[in-house]
């Protein structure tokens, strides 16, 4: 099945592309000739998606999935999750009136904030990164799902499972997948707390960062960064994060502290998050 999914331009699809690629968990996603293919999960039901331009204004998404009612649900998930009903006018209006974002903007005006396609795996993927590189949480990730994840019936390319279930990351010891033990409790304590709650990681609901803070080994970074990408608070801000504060500082030309970063994002509020992908974006231009 394809579906044309419409958008108001521009959008930058090798930046989203770049992204997504850095952090494509091996055996769950890949980046093939200017496409983002993945394997998914709903309601029980697995299948995979592709997803490329089409025009100007609209994403081609090829879909492989055995359930149709689902389709619905998997393109309001795949919308979220490539940021298509932004309204980036408006929101680079607010960010242009500081005038090192307004530089930014015009160098990237279609630059959107990549969003996930499930809680869960989100939340796992930023507890993993906690303190290590993105390399080294990916291949973590790729362990995971090796051990962990449902074998595709189908396998599609190097698509060959789909990312654990909660149920099943609850149960489990995920230390021996080689981390310390209080991340392996935190990620099966993030599992067991959407098995609790099944909204926990809902878009919408208000109050996600508090909800996140009060679960075991997760911190501001996280609950903001989770927040940004999963929740769609637009104004989720992971302070204190190193890559904002060296892309800050490179920009400025002198050296920047968190807690100076956090000021100056006050006057970004409340579109941070936009403001804190801009700033990324900025450190690597070769996307």
Known sequence: MKLSLKFQPPFDWPAMLGFLSARAIA????VVDGAYSRSIGLNGVHGTL???PEAV?????????PDPTAVPEIVARVRRMFDLDADLGTIHRQLANDPLLARLIAERPGLRVPGAWDGLELAIRAVLGQQITVVAAIKLAGKLVARYGTPLALP??????????AEVLAAADLATL????SRGRTLSGVAQALLDDPLLFEPGRGGGVARLLALY????WTAQYVALRQLRELDGFPNGDVGLINALAA???EAVTARQLLARAE???PYRGYAAQLLWTSLSRSD
């Open 50 to 52: 592709s997803i490329r």
């Open 178 to 181: 080689g981390m310390p033990k």
């Open 267 to 269: 006057a970004w509020r």
């Open 251 to 253: 920009l400025e030309g």
């Open 156 to 165: 599609r390319g190097g698509l060959t499972h789909v990312f654990p279930e």
């Open 217 to 220: 080994g997760i911190g501001d």
């Open 57 to 65: 204004d609209s994403l081609e998404l090829s879909l492989d999935f």
């Open 27 to 30: 055996g769950m996603e890949e």
